[in-house]
């Protein structure tokens, strides 16, 4: 009897961790905490097998459970909350998108890897390379939950505009930034308040060279060919002192371009940068 009663315990405290192993049979979001409106960490495809975390079964109330994200993941940090060597302090807020209503990610603790990846304004993209703790609902049949729409952790998570091309190369003759012909940028005016922001995509470059006449701006976007096409005003960046990590690197900027005076250069006006 006493054989039959520990067997039954141990199916008892192993069933959890089998329910997780089974396939998910469905798109599933993986929340920070076991609570449905909690934020979405990331989303796990059907046909993935989540990975038990063992450590928080018995605290993992019913119809949750939890598992174990490797990462890295992309989260985001108000400036304030990195030191003087831009790391991230301990006990910081980590979250899953720049706003600071936006869901926690993680809480920064000694030690944790992280790494710069783009400028938000007052707030610095980050990647988070340590395994995070999820939750996921379960019901019904194994791995079985609501799909939710969500964008998956690693992904881009630039502010909500429909994607555009970059602008066409710049012309071949050197200083000038300015949209090749047949590919014009849509300009505006300093004083247009309705122009709307777009994605550029180029190597970020430096404009100031020894003994020669400073340009309007310190740095510019070339394109793939090394052929500049355009100014960046990085004023509205607070923390433009990581802006040499990017110096000769493919990004992504997000911003308004417009024209300057004499028509043939052109400036945008950065909301926000990343690696590309």
């Not at 934020?39 to 174990?68: F, Q, Y």
């Not at 590919?183 to 004083?191: D, R």
């Amino acid at each position: 009897m006493t054989t039959n009663l520990l067997r039954f315990a141990v199916s008892a405290l192993c069933a959890p961790a089998a329910l997780l192993a089974a396939p998910l049979t469905k798109t599933t979001a993986v929340h920070a905490r076991p609570d449905v409106s909690a934020p979405a960490i990331t989303v796990l495809e059907a046909g993935t097998e989540p990975l038990p975390a063992a450590s928080a079964l018995a605290d993992t109330p019913a119809g949750w459970m939890a598992i174990e994200l490797p990462g890295p993941f992309e989260g985001y940090v108000e400036n304030k909350d990195l030191s003087k060597s831009l790391d991230v302090k301990p006990g910081a807020s980590i979250r899953i998108a720049p706003k600071s209503d936006a869901g926690v990610l993680a809480v920064a603790e000694p030690g944790d890897k992280t790494a710069i990846t783009g400028l938000r304004g007052r707030w610095t993209q980050i990647s988070l390379e340590k395994p995070l703790i999820g939750y996921i609902q379960v019901g019904g049949a194994p791995g079985y939950v609501p799909p939710i729409a969500t964008t998956p952790a690693g992904s881009s998570s630039a502010p909500a505009a429909a994607p555009t091309p970059a602008p066409g190369p710049g012309t071949a003759t050197p200083g000038v930034y300015g949209a090749a012909p047949g590919q014009a940028v849509p300009m505006t005016s300093a004083g247009d308040t309705n122009a709307l922001a777009r994605q550029f995509a180029g190597h970020l470059v430096s404009t100031r060279r020894p003994l020669r006449p400073r340009r309007p701006y310190d740095y510019a976007l070339n394109d793939e060919a090394g052929r500049p096409y355009a100014y960046l005003d990085l004023s509205r960046l607070l923390l433009t002192d990581q802006i040499e990590k990017y110096l000769d690197r493919p990004v992504v900027v997000f911003g308004v371009p417009k024209g300057m005076p004499g028509g043939r250069e052109i400036v945008i006006q950065v909301e926000s940068l990343q690696l590309k």
